[in-house]
């Protein structure tokens, strides 16, 4: 599987509902192919331990394993990669150290509109971009950026975009159209009653929206 088809759907964890390894363990089932391990509460320690675990759990599913905002954790577990935003370490700091240090490691940037797409763009294997609809699992979120913002910088460049913010079943479709490579969700996986149920239902929602809308002309 590319990295691309890999991104498609991207699960960030949150512990609060199902805890972390639960709810990953059933988005692996339902066939999800990356995970991020997003933990905001805890000490460097419980993180940690909560990553060492996830890196096993997804080896075992073939799926890729990042860790947000913590370099120091994602190289301590061998993750596949590192999420950072514009608040965290520099993405060219990061950059330098994974060519020089641990190469092949992916490097995903956040950016909240244009100009933070095209200069974190230098740096990343991918960008996360939004918020693109109102989420209330990420308390400083910037406003949102719509679906015309998420065109403009998926139009613009070159690396693949994961739309993040506010994307649920009801716009999925929508939000794929804008011509972002793949989707982050948090709460419409961590924050369902059947988690392995709502990815299931996200991933066939991502399926159908690759097929095209016409019958094809032979
Ligand atoms: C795939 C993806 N995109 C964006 C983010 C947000 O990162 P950041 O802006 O650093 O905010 P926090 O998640 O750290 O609160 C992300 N984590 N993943
Ligand atoms: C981490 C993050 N970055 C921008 S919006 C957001 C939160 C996404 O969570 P949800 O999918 O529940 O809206
Ligand atoms: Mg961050």
Do not use: W
């Amino acid at each position: 599987m590319s990295f691309a088809e890999k991104i498609r759907l991207y699960f960030i964890t949150d512990g609060r509902s199902h805890g972390h390894e639960r709810v990953a363990e059933m988005a692996l089932k339902a066939g999800v192919k990356t995970i991020q391990l997003r933990e905001k509460r805890l000490p460097a320690r419980e993180i940690y331990g909560i990553a060492k675990r996830l890196r096993r759990l997804t080896y075992d599913y073939e799926a890729l394993f990042i860790v947000n905002d913590r370099f120091d954790i994602a190289i301590s577990v061998e993750a596949d990669g590192i999420h950072v935003g514009q608040e965290d370490l520099p993405a060219k700091a990061i950059r330098s150290l994974i060519d020089e240090k641990f190469p092949g490691m992916i490097l995903g940037v956040s950016a909240r509109d244009l100009s933070e797409a095209l200069e974190a763009e230098k740096y990343a294997d991918y960008l996360g971009v939004g918020p693109v609809f109102p989420t209330s699992t990420k308390e400083d979120a910037r406003e949102v950026i719509g679906i015309d913002g998420l065109k403009k910088v998926c139009s613009a460049v070159k690396v693949p975009v994961v739309a993040i913010g506010g994307i649920n079943h009801s716009n999925v479709s929508e939000v794929l159209k804008a011509g972002c490579t793949g989707v982050a969700v948090i709460s419409a996986i961590a924050f369902s009653e059947n988690p392995e149920k709502s990815a299931e239902e996200l991933l066939n929602l991502i399926e159908n929206s690759n097929k095209p809308h016409k019958p094809v002309n032979r």
